[in-house]
Structures are given as structure tokens and as C-alpha cells.
């Protein structure tokens, strides 16, 4: 990572959908690298469906947790019919995740999608796949991690 390089990085969905779950675990991998991070979150009509994002901004210093539109480095799209409106705070040379990434029917619940679309962001970040692995260990309960586990390693493509 480049010494004052800002990473960007919107995940957005519908309510329900861990979005900010998701935000919640990226976050965690990322704090636990010993970098510093911004992390600001829409909730809009959440609890009824409606869209939500979360931004998630991350390097040696960052001084607004809100992501400019155009700006995002990345972005993480868990419903489809959220890929247009999110489109738009991506920068040319951004990274578009969207949950057509994912063989649905390899998910053992589909409700994982948040974390099988992590797998996928994880491999174009700096992070070591312990260190998110320990993330979703200290963001999910339990009885969660063994699904969120393998949803993790079906995004991240390993075995």
C-alpha cells in the first residue's frame, strides 16, 4: 500500500441483508492490521428492505469516513437490483462485487452472501486471509461461523 493512499470501499444492499455486518467484519480485518479507518453507514428505510451502505475508508491516515461518489476504490454489492444505484461511487478503475460473483446454489445458506462476497473483496486487499478469518470469528456468533466460514472460503476461492 502506498504510504498516503486512501483505500475506498462502499458496501451497499438492502436491509437484512448484512451490509453492515459485512462493514462490521471488514473493519475488524482491517484495524487489526494497525491501520487507520473511517467507517460511516446509511440506513435509510433499512428495517422495510430499503437501501443501505456502509463506506469504509482505510490507509496510514484518513481524515472523512465518507466515500465521494466516483471515489470508491471498490464496491461491494449484495442485492442486484442495488448494482446501479451503487454503481455510481465507483471510480473508473474501481472494483465492481456483485453477488452474480457467487454460485448461489454452493452457499449452504444464502443469507452468507455478505460473507462469500468478502472472500471475493479479500483477494484484492492487503490483508492475510488469518487476518480475516479471525475478523469473522470476533464479528459472528458461534452457532454463525462454520456457514460464514465456508461462504468466506467460497468467495476467497480456496479450499
Not at 480485518?29 to 428492505?49: N, P, T, V, W
Not at 455510481?88 to 462485487?97: E, H, N
Not at 459472528?140 to 461461523?145: A, S, T, V
Not at 466460514?149 to 476467497?156: M, Q
Request: with cysteine; net charge neutral.
Amino acid at each position: 500500500m502506498k504510504d498516503n493512499k486512501v483505500t475506498n470501499v462502499v458496501i451497499a444492499g438492502l436491509g437484512g441483508q448484512g451490509v453492515l455486518k459485512a462493514s462490521d467484519i471488514l473493519s475488524r480485518a482491517i484495524f487489526d492490521q494497525g491501520l487507520d479507518l473511517k467507517k460511516s453507514e446509511i440506513h435509510g428505510m433499512s428495517q422495510r428492505g430499503g437501501s443501505v451502505t456502509s463506506d469504509v475508508r482505510f490507509g496510514k491516515k484518513v481524515h472523512s469516513p465518507m466515500v465521494p461518489v466516483g471515489e470508491a476504490d471498490f464496491v461491494v454489492v449484495l442485492a442486484p437490483e442495488e448494482v446501479e444505484n451503487a454503481r455510481r461511487y465507483l471510480r473508473p478503475t474501481g472494483v465492481l462485487i456483485t453477488p452474480d460473483a457467487v454460485d448461489g446454489e454452493a452457499l449452504s445458506n444464502k443469507r452468507s452472501i455478505n460473507v462469500a462476497l468478502l472472500g471475493i473483496l479479500s483477494r484484492h486487499l492487503e490483508i492475510p486471509e488469518s487476518v480475516w478469518r479471525s475478523a469473522i470469528r470476533a464479528c459472528l456468533p458461534e452457532k454463525l461461523l462454520e456457514v460464514n466460514e465456508n461462504a468466506f472460503t467460497l468467495g476467497r476461492g480456496t479450499s
